[in-house]
T-cell receptor, first 117, second 110 residues
Framework: GAVVSQHPSRVICKSGTSVKIECRSL??????MFWYRQFPKKSLMLMAT?????????EQGVEKDKFLINHASLTLSTLTVTSAHPEDSSFYIC?????????????FGPGTRLTVT | GQSLEQPSEVTAVEGAIVQINCTYQ??????LSWYQQHDGGAPTFLSY????GLEETGRFSSFLSRSDSYGYLLLQELQMKDSASYFC???????????FGSGTQLTVLP
């Protein structure tokens, strides 16, 4: 099956620094990727929809200047958490859709656990 | 807005059958998906219902009633490895994005 990778899997950074998370579709092209964040024992909250070659669409309440998304190619989307603060600590997960997949199916990356100290 | 309701916890014993219900309120609804997530892991796709009725995939089945805005996931012959969180997710919108429910923590006891 299709694989989506994320890098890094875990990152600890100091408050005020920026962190970049990469999401790659390894064996398929994804015109659309999605970014979620998940707090412990909670649901996945959609942050934004990343479209290759165009601006991301952010969900209500998500600051686009805080969470920069770049979908530079059909296999790579990046999420940059700018000027991170402790409240940004969370589990960030990306997903991607393969054109051959069923409508309701997305492939999820393994997630990136961000800890801001 | 979009919202999905599902029970927070379910406990059952090995070999049993368990049903996890999900009710939803969404606009532009296309269908209902189910995902499994083990602690610290990525969600994995289980099933998707676009039409009313029952979809069966091995030990797991999923049901949808669009008129009732209701679906469920049925897990049969429970195994210890089935202990995980299960999320229903509504597919909607022009970008076909998923909106997830709050998740049901299933604990399978020996």
């Amino acid at each position: 099956g299709a694989v989506v990778s994320q890098h890094p899997s875990r990152v600890i950074c100091k408050s005020g620094t920026s962190v970049k998370i990469e999401c790659r579709s390894l064996d398929f092209q994804a015109t659309t990727m999605f970014w979620y964040r998940q707090f412990p024992k909670k649901s996945l909250m959609l942050m934004a929809t990343s479209n290759e070659g165009s601006k991301a669409t952010y969900e209500q309440g998500v600051e686009k200047d805080k969470f920069l998304i770049n979908h530079a190619s059909l296999t790579l989307s990046t999420l940059t958490v700018t000027s991170a603060h402790p409240e940004d600590s969370s589990f960030y997960i990306c997903s991607a859709k393969d054109a051959g997949q069923g409508a309701g199916e997305q492939y999820f990356g393994p997630g990136t656990r961000l800890t801001v100290t | 807005g979009q919202s999905l309701e599902q029970p927070s916890e379910v406990t059952a014993v090995e070999g049993a059958i368990v049903q996890i219900n999900c009710t939803y309120q969404t606009s532009g609804f296309y269908g209902l998906s189910w995902y499994q997530q083990h602690d610290g892991g990525a969600p994995t796709f289980l099933s998707y219902n676009a039409l009313d009725g029952l979809e069966e995939t091995g030990r797991f089945s999923s049901f949808l009633s669009r008129s009732d805005s209701y679906g469920y996931l049925l897990l049969q012959e429970l195994q210890m490895k089935d202990s995980a969180s299960y999320f229903c997710a509504a597919l909607s919108g022009s970008a076909r994005q998923l909106t997830f429910g709050s998740g049901t923590q299933l604990t399978v006891l020996p």
